[in-house]
């Protein structure tokens, strides 16, 4: 197929990438605000700058253009006919770039959303939207799943801690010949042992 693009409007089109407030964002964001959903902006301490940001769900939303961002087996990602080598360079490097974002996200325990332009066109918003939004709300209960086990590792990684820690003393006690135990150390002792029978 033609590339109907002349090269100044690519070059405009490109300055857009991940520019602020693209239509395709404001169509995301309003359906999510009319659904009831609260979210941030181009949260710059994030890696990969996400579009929308939801901190209560732990959701980092990216719109991304189908060309730009290589959308495979998409109709709108057409390789130019000219200069071929340099887009599919242009494209490749923003495809890498979004997979090492996404993986440096999860990596700090973000779940993220991609929504391809193509998926909200008039037709199809609804419905791309009615699953983000179902994805969204799962990645609530996921988030608390995970933070609830995250604490309970921690509690469990302190009481280990604090019984090794007591029994160091005591066994340096012993060595020393003494019988002296600290009160605070006997008393936490004894309190182990009644939760553990
Ligand atoms: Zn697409």
Redesign the pocket.
């Known amino acids: 197929m033609a590339d109907r693009m002349t090269p100044l409007q690519r070059s405009r089109c490109m300055s857009r990438i991940r520019s602020k407030d693209t239509g395709p964002e404001r169509s995301v964001r309003r359906e999510l605000y009319r659904r009831g959903f609260r979210y941030r902006l181009n949260c710059r301490n994030l890696p990969g700058t996400p579009d929308i940001v939801l901190h209560k769900y732990r959701t980092a939303i990216f719109v991304n253009g ?1 060309f730009w961002h290589g ?1 495979e087996g ?1 109709k ?2 057409v390789r130019p006919s000219s200069n071929t080598g340099f887009w599919d360079q242009k494209v490749q490097r923003n495809k890498a770039r979004d997979a090492r974002d996404t993986a440096h996200l999860e990596a700090l325990g973000w779940f993220v959303i991609t929504i ?4 909200l066109s008039p037709s199809r918003l609804q419905e791309t939207m009615n699953k983000v939004e179902s994805e969204i709300r799962s990645n609530r209960f996921r988030y608390i799943k995970e933070k609830a086990a995250s604490r309970n590792r921690k509690d469990s990684f302190a009481k280990e801690d604090h019984l090794k820690r007591s029994e160091t003393v005591l066994k340096t006690e012993e060595s020393l010949g003494g019988t002296r135990i600290p009160g605070s150390v006997k008393s936490l002792s004894e309190n182990e042992e009644g939760q553990e029978s």
């Not at 391809?116 to 998926?119: A, D, I, L, V």
Request: proline letters at 0%; glycine letters at 0%.
């Open positions: 189908c959308h998409c709108s990602y391809w332009e193509c998926e």
